[in-house]
């Protein structure tokens, strides 16, 4: 049975609904909640296994690392880069970068003129924070 509300009568009215009426309506709400989750998840910014949003989600290595470590990230295949003394593995974010193939300038190198450009708003450090992996060491 389901209630109903009719404001006409300002009674509650009770009438028989066919229980496979009711079942199938749930089944169906309850397959899109999973395909929602689903489709969610698996966006760029949360795949469960964090390889769609290795984009975002956070990574931390061993560190601090030296410059010749760095150094040795220069590709878009392998991409880390340096800004103001933290070291970002940027490999995931390059095709998602909305300036293209700037970002390919200073792989494996200190990035932090080129980071603190007048081209990058501030939200463009919090992205940036998704992606550190340690320290650069100081010497």
């Known amino acids: 049975a389901a209630f109903f509300f009719s404001e006409a009568m300002d009674v509650a009215v009770v009438r028989m609904v066919d229980p496979t009426v009711v079942v199938v309506a749930v089944a169906v709400g309850l397959v899109t909640a999973l395909a929602l989750v689903v489709s969610m998840r698996t966006m760029k910014f949360g795949a469960p296994d964090g390889e769609s949003l290795g984009k975002t989600k956070p990574m931390t290595l061993e560190g601090p690392f030296s410059s010749a470590e760095v150094a040795a990230h220069d590709s878009p ?63």
């Open 77 to 139: 295949d392998d991409a880390w880069i340096i800004v103001e003394g933290k070291v970002y593995d940027i490999t995931r974010y390059i095709d998602d970068h909305p300036g293209g193939s700037a970002i390919l300038g200073n792989l494996g190198a200190d990035n932090t003129a080129g980071f603190n450009g007048p081209q990058h708003p501030e939200t463009a450090r919090n992205i940036l924070t998704m992606y550190y992996i340690g320290d650069l060491e100081t010497s």
